[in-house]
């Protein structure tokens, strides 16, 4: 933590915290995101690492995958949300600078199976967009209800 944080906790906070690295070591064995071969992988930092998505919806659609397996965004520690976010920004620059005609990209999680999560290990879709690529792109990703795009 921060000496902010850490300083306004007083001591009322017993939490401890010298077990969360082996937290950062768990893997599923059935899990696809857990047994990514190197092959795949595309970028990649302490925490976690970056693939193309092997159904993309765009061209360059890549998925940001924290090492650790965990179902959603919302277990994330903050140190997996900060090395995504990273690789979030590094993949981005990559992608444009590969492909000029990328205007605009759509950055998302699904968090369960009603929002549609198939894989229930956390990953980031950063999905590039073109002028054009839909009739109307407005409303972005309020797209995923139909009738609640267009406002």
């Not at 995504?84 to 605009?104: F, N």
């Not at 229930?120 to 950063?126: A, E, K, Q, W």
């Amino acid at each position: 933590l921060c000496y902010s944080c850490n300083a306004m906790k007083s001591d009322r906070d017993d939490t401890d915290f010298r077990q969360m690295n082996n937290a950062y070591e768990h893997r599923e064995n059935d899990c696809i995101f857990c047994n990514v071969s190197g092959d795949r992988i595309i970028a990649e930092n302490e925490l976690a690492f970056a693939i193309k998505d092997a159904f993309p919806v765009t061209d360059h659609h890549t998925l940001i995958i924290p090492k650790r397996h965990v179902e959603d965004y919302f277990d994330l520690y903050q140190p997996e949300r900060n090395a995504m976010q990273r690789l979030l920004e590094e993949c981005r620059q990559e992608i444009c600078k590969k492909d000029p005609s990328i205007t605009g990209f759509n950055i998302g999680n699904n968090v369960g199976e009603d929002a549609g999560q198939t894989v229930m290990h956390c990953h980031t879709h950063l999905i590039p967009r073109r002028e054009g690529d839909v009739d109307n792109p407005r409303g972005g990703v309020r797209g995923v209800i139909a009738s609640k795009q267009n406002y």
